[in-house]
């Protein structure tokens, strides 16, 4: 479908991908319009809803300046998939021995690994990036508990929330290993810390903004560049983080089936990030918060909730969405009121057929608190085009 809806009372006009979109995302998608510095217009994907700082499914186009709240604390979260030679006729009838075995081997949540698990020549290419940035950061290093150790020890690891990982069957039963994660404890701490350092650096001109969130730096400005070498980093971060942990994933996965292959690597792709590119006859920045860049045939990965399916899809570099499309199906209602409305019954009835957790943990991402995901890819169809469609047997969340 094209362009369902169209804003134009603010200074940027705003083109939406859905005629779905709730209150308080549009208050937000309008207070994001009224920037002097958004080039051409905002696209908004059909997974939109509302977020911290800025909408989710937004892409922010800018000319001389960048938000950090709509980068967002996950700096570089975003997904990694691989399809492997093996087939559905090689899954033993109870699948409870994979998920113990991907669980064994990535820790979840809050936890990390007891020693340092990357390879040392990730951990070598991160460090001399990492030490420039504290050496002009410091406080950077002093929102954490044994910084050194804890990113070190984080890469190859999960994080909580919407973050998970996958075993999925295509259309072909070929399995696929998917999984969705960031850039961390250590992104966490820039992201936070930036955002701070934006609305500091705007000062009494903070009060002119329609929300103290979309505070940014300007273009020349005193900590502009240090914002862009510090995202740059947790994004390679939350990259380096999901190629190992693939890595520890397939190492794992050996002894339940010696001697398989990867015959396809789909993208290790973020959702959301800020990069360098050339729209409109123009190089600007763009920011996209819940979104993938879909430019001309680059393939993506747009998964559902943990009882739905998932995508491999190609991208069709339509100009209007910035070459992006959606990043997943979009929350249909806040963690906190998943948890009022839903029971562990209903979990395990919306998670029927999967493998994985069915208790009061995961029940803010229940299936039922996001969109359809097949109405999210109906209305992104001149976006993107599908390649696979993969359903999970198996889930590992945090």
């Known amino acids: 479908m094209p362009i369902q809806t169209l804003m134009t009372k603010g200074k940027a006009p705003v083109k939406i991908y859905t005629d779905e979109v709730e209150p308080a995302a549009m208050q937000q998608l309008y207070n994001l319009s009224?920037?002097?510095?958004?080039?051409?217009?905002?696209?908004?994907?059909?997974?939109?809803?509302?977020?911290k700082g800025a909408t989710v499914g937004s892409v922010i186009p800018t000319k001389g300046a960048i938000i950090p709240a709509a980068v967002g604390v996950d700096i570089g979260c975003g997904m990694n998939a691989v399809r492997l030679s093996v087939n559905a006729s090689h899954l033993p009838d109870n699948l409870r021995r994979i998920r113990s075995t991907i669980e064994a081997a990535i820790p979840?949540?809050?936890?990390?690994?007891?020693?340092?698990?990357?390879?040392?020549?990730?951990?070598?290419?991160?460090?001399?990036?990492?030490?420039?940035?504290?050496?002009?950061?410091?406080?950077?290093?002093?929102?954490?508990?044994?910084?050194?150790?804890?990113?070190?020890?984080?890469?190859?690891?999960?994080?909580?929330?919407?973050?998970?990982?996958?075993?999925?069957?295509d259309e072909n039963n070929d399995i696929w290993i998917m999984?969705?994660?960031?850039?961390?404890?250590?992104?966490?701490?820039?992201?936070q810390y930036f955002i701070e350092l934006a609305r500091r650096d705007m000062g009494r001109h903070l009060m002119n903004l329609p929300d103290k969130d979309l505070a940014y730096f300007s273009e020349g400005a005193e900590h502009f560049d240090d914002y862009i070498e510090a995202v740059e980093w947790a994004q390679e971060y939350?990259?380096?983080?999901?190629?190992?942990?693939?890595?520890?994933?397939?190492?794992?996965?050996?002894?339940?089936?010696?001697?398989?292959?990867?015959?396809?690597?789909?993208?290790?792709?973020?959702?959301?990030?800020?990069?360098?590119?050339?729209?409109?006859?123009?190089?600007?920045?763009?920011?996209?918060?819940?979104?993938?860049?879909?430019?001309?045939?680059e393939l993506g990965i747009i998964p559902g909730s943990m009882g739905t399916k998932s995508f491999i899809v190609r991208?069709?570099?339509?100009?209007q969405s910035f070459c992006s499309c959606s990043h997943g199906a979009g929350r249909?209602?806040?963690?906190?009121?998943?948890?009022?409305?839903?029971?562990?019954?209903?979990?395990?009835?919306?998670?029927?057929?999967?493998?994985?957790?069915?208790?009061?943990?995961?029940?803010?991402?229940?299936?039922?608190?996001?969109?359809?995901?097949?109405?999210v890819m109906a209305h992104q169809s001149d976006l993107?085009?599908?390649?696979?469609?993969?359903?999970?047997?198996?889930c590992v969340k945090g």
């Not at 999984?179 to 992201?191: K, P, T």
């Not at 839903?342 to 029940?363: H, L």
């Not at 993107?384 to 198996?394: D, S």
């Open 384 to 394: 993107i085009e599908v390649v696979h469609t993969l359903k999970q047997v198996v």
């Open 34 to 51: 009224q920037l002097p510095f958004i080039h051409s217009h905002i696209a908004v994907m059909p997974d939109v809803h509302m977020g």
């Open 238 to 297: 939350a990259m380096t983080n999901r190629r190992e942990m693939m890595r520890m994933i397939l190492d794992s996965l050996r002894k339940q089936f010696p001697g398989f292959k990867v015959t396809k690597e789909a993208i290790n792709c973020h959702h959301n990030y800020v990069s360098r590119e050339y729209h409109f006859g123009e190089h600007i920045y763009v920011t996209r918060k819940g979104a993938i860049r879909a430019g001309e045939d």
């Open 179 to 191: 999984l969705h994660s960031g850039s961390r404890g250590i992104g966490n701490a820039i992201g």
């Open 332 to 375: 249909t209602m806040s963690r906190s009121a998943a948890k009022r409305k839903f029971t562990d019954m209903d979990v395990e009835y919306q998670t029927a057929g999967v493998e994985c957790r069915k208790d009061s943990g995961v029940i803010d991402e229940i299936p039922a608190a996001y969109k359809d995901i097949d109405t």
């Open 108 to 169: 979840v949540g809050f936890n990390m690994h007891k020693s340092d698990r990357a390879r040392p020549t990730s951990i070598r290419a991160l460090a001399v990036g990492l030490d420039r940035i504290i050496g002009k950061h410091r406080k950077i290093y002093s929102m954490q508990k044994k910084p050194y150790q804890t990113w070190i020890r984080q890469l190859g690891t999960l994080g909580g929330g919407n973050h998970f990982i996958e075993l999925c069957l």
């Open 315 to 319: 991208g069709k570099g339509q100009p």
